[in-house]
């Protein structure tokens, strides 16, 4: 063993210095053609390291490296990359064997790089796995510092891993289709609610040779937002707006609301019992009932008055004539639609790439009836 | 009632012991008090090195203005103290099951807040406060920018916050929120699908303690509906400058200098938060739990 050590030390001392040659596999690596940046490649890179030396010699400044490197591989949110990268530190070097060690800061620069990756683990939300807390303990032993950040990163992690109440999937779905119903599903806040896909995406050929495209169109509408739709009054419009944003993680998607103006105060009253129209008994009784000072849960404030919204949906484009085919679709479901002007308040969205034609003013309004446009789809 | 007047006094006494400038000169300077209480320095930047007496700005104009000022606060407290609790009838104070503490329903309302982002580290994130349509609500909008500044330090970025001011009270001293008759925080949002973070200071025991925040977690959903959102106070945990704390305190609700909302979920994106009103309530149903959070000695 000795004379295998020896030789080892021989050529250690022969060779260039690690830290340059990591590097440079590291970067070779991203930036050959036919090694692909995977994890492949990754895993490679880490072993070739580790093989090397069995000091593994500037071990350190290879970690930090690969930390830095693991986004443009794709394995930041990988464990098992994490616990290969930790597999690097050399084992039981580092456990502090009294209690002066145990007190002082027993090799910094080493339990400081530990530390750092377990916080790149926590800032993806990667939990620590057994594997993690095996290598630690056997590098670094119980209660230095790497296992204190385990422990807390264990305790907190948990905690809070539900606390969402309304937790998005995560890989969200690829589908735009898939996509548009979970996110609708989730701002409709209505189990009763139905999503109505009214159009598949789709690319068609036309016979001039000219391709059109059919954008997706998937629409919400719950049985409340219906029954509010057929009492609304025909002769006030109703208005489409959008785009407004909903952001799930880091995806931002578009929907479109369509909505009535909020009824001016002299036409909300409704049905009023005239308070004479019978003078032996009251027509309506508001007791109460049960209720005391201590009872009234009431914040005292004006509640923020809006109109009341009809229907949501999204689409693959945010042009007119693509909410138009929405509304026609609407229009099976709630025929007082056909009857009631509908007007588009679009602000240019992120999604209409090109200019509008003709005027470029936000929130162009454009009044159509809705045969006129039946007519001509 | 005398009693009030000798704590006043007495606070009056020793607050200005604290920053070393007599009582009679205090009105007269402004600048002194009222400097930045916090410690981040840009990388890269010199120290401020400028000395006290160049920053004091000495005048007999403010002093006037000054007196003025806070002999109407200090006699608004003593109306107030005579009256009852919080300057309402004491029969009031106990039924009351909700309060509303911060509405917005003018430009009054807003300048109680102040709205920060990581420009202030050398960012790119934007943030603003307006009033939403017919003067309704709080719209804090601005988009978030999680690009690092390149000073050499600092290695993360991407935050927005909004957060009320501070109250002070007659003769500089510090005014509380007492909340301890309250359970709940309750919040009428409407967000864009982001996650917010609820923080409350409360007023430092030691002043070592000046960066601890209590924290919680706010989901609103997105959409075109309002919400209100829920969040009982032994929910919130400790942290101090962003960091989690390993022991576990109860928020001091009758402690509470300030509450605010940050973004920080390293999504690039405009982003906007719709705030209704923000008030307290007394929730029989949540009646379980005193702190959820571990409070046994661990393990040195």
Same mark, same amino acid.
């Given at each position: 063993l000795s004379v295998h050590l020896s030789q080892q030390t021989l050529a250690d001392e022969l060779m260039p210095p690690r830290l340059s040659q990591s590097e440079v596999e590291l970067n070779s690596n991203s930036n050959s053609s036919e090694d692909a940046r995977t994890k492949a490649t990754f895993q490679k890179v880490v072993e070739v390291f580790c093989k090397r030396d069995i000091r593994r010699r500037g071990h350190v400044e290879f970690i930090y490296m690969a930390l830095k490197k693991m986004p443009e591989f794709g394995v930041e949110k990988d464990i098992a990359v994490y616990n290969k990268i930790l597999d690097v530190f050399p084992k039981?070097?580092? /456990?502090? &064997?009294?209690f002066i060690q145990r007190m002082f800061n027993h090799y910094p620069r080493q339990q400081e790089c530990a530390i750092e990756l377990l916080e790149q683990m926590e800032s993806y939300g990667i939990m620590p796995n057994n594997q993690t807390k095996f290598l630690l303990l056997q590098i670094f032993g119980i209660k230095s510092h790497p296992i204190r950040k385990y422990q807390r990163m264990m305790y907190w992690f948990p905690k809070f891993k539900h606390v969402n109440p309304y937790p998005v999937p995560d890989p969200l779905p690829q589908d735009p289709v898939d996509l548009a119903r979970h996110a609708l599903q989730r701002i409709a806040a209505n189990f009763d609610a139905r999503v109505v896909v009214y159009q598949l995406p789709m690319t068609e050929l036309t016979e001039a040779g000219k391709e059109s495209d059919y954008p997706y169109i998937v629409g919400i509408q719950s049985p409340e937002q219906r029954s509010s739709l057929a009492q609304h009054n025909p002769d006030r419009p109703v208005f489409v707006e959008g785009p407004f944003r909903l952001w799930l993680k880091k995806t931002c998607v578009y929907y479109y609301v369509l909505r009535a103006e909020l009824l001016p105060p002299e036409l909300r009253v409704?049905?009023?019992? *005239? =308070?004479? &129209?019978?003078? %032996? %008994? =009251?027509? /309506?009784? *508001?007791? *109460?009932?049960? &209720?005391?000072r201590l009872d009234d849960m009431e914040f005292d404030t004006d509640e923020v008055e809006e109109g009341p919204v009809f229907a949501m949906c999204m689409a693959g484009a945010g042009d007119q004539v693509t909410l138009a085919k929405w509304i026609l679709g609407l229009q099976e479901t709630n025929p007082i639609l056909s009857q009631t002007p509908v007007v588009f308040r679009l602000s240019p969205g992120p999604r209409e790439l090109q200019p509008i034609t003709g005027s470029d003013d936000d929130g162009e309004e454009e009044v159509f009836e809705n045969q006129h446009w039946k007519h001509e789809l | 009632m005398m009693a009030l007047v000798l704590n006043r006094a007495f606070i009056f006494s020793r607050c200005h012991q604290q920053n070393g400038i007599s009582i009679l000169l205090g009105p007269c300077v402004t600048g002194f008090i009222s400097r930045p209480y916090s410690t981040y320095r840009r990388p890269g930047t010199k120290p401020d090195n400028t000395p006290h007496w160049k920053t004091i700005n000495f005048s007999f104009q403010n002093a006037a203005d000054e007196m003025k000022k806070r002999l109407g606060l200090i006699k608004k407290e003593i109306v107030d103290h005579c009256k009852g609790p919080e300057g309402r009838s004491f029969v009031e104070w106990m039924v009351e099951q909700t309060r509303v503490v911060w509405e917005f329903r003018n430009q009054k309302d807003l300048d109680g807040w102040v709205v920060s982002s990581d420009a202030e580290i050398g960012g790119k994130s934007e943030a603003y406060l307006t009033l939403g349509k017919n003067n309704q609500s709080a719209l804090l909008y601005g988009t978030l920018n999680t690009d690092v500044p390149r000073d050499g330090e600092t290695r993360r970025s991407g935050y927005c916050s909004m957060r009320s001011k501070l109250q002070w009270g007659a003769f500089n001293q510090k005014n509380f929120y007492d909340w301890s008759t309250f359970n709940t925080l309750h919040l009428r949002v409407r967000g864009d699908g982001r996650p917010w973070m609820v923080n409350i200071y409360t007023d430092p025991y030691y002043s070592h303690q000046k960066d601890d925040l209590y924290n919680y977690f706010m989901y609103p959903r997105g959409g075109p509906y309002w919400e209100e959102i829920k969040i009982p106070f032994s929910k919130f945990f400790l942290s101090s400058r962003g960091r989690i704390q390993d022991n576990q305190y109860l928020m001091w609700l009758d402690k509470i200098r300030t509450l605010g909302f940050t973004l920080g979920d390293k999504a690039d994106g405009p982003f906007q938060l719709e705030i209704d009103f923000i008030g307290l309530s007394k929730d029989g149903a949540y009646t379980g739990e005193e702190f959820p959070y571990e409070q046994y000695k661990r393990n040195p």
């Open positions: 039981e070097i580092f /456990v502090a &064997r009294n409704g049905k009023a019992i *005239d =308070p004479e &129209r019978n003078f %032996y %008994y =009251p027509m /309506v009784l *508001d007791l *109460d009932l049960g &209720r005391d | -």
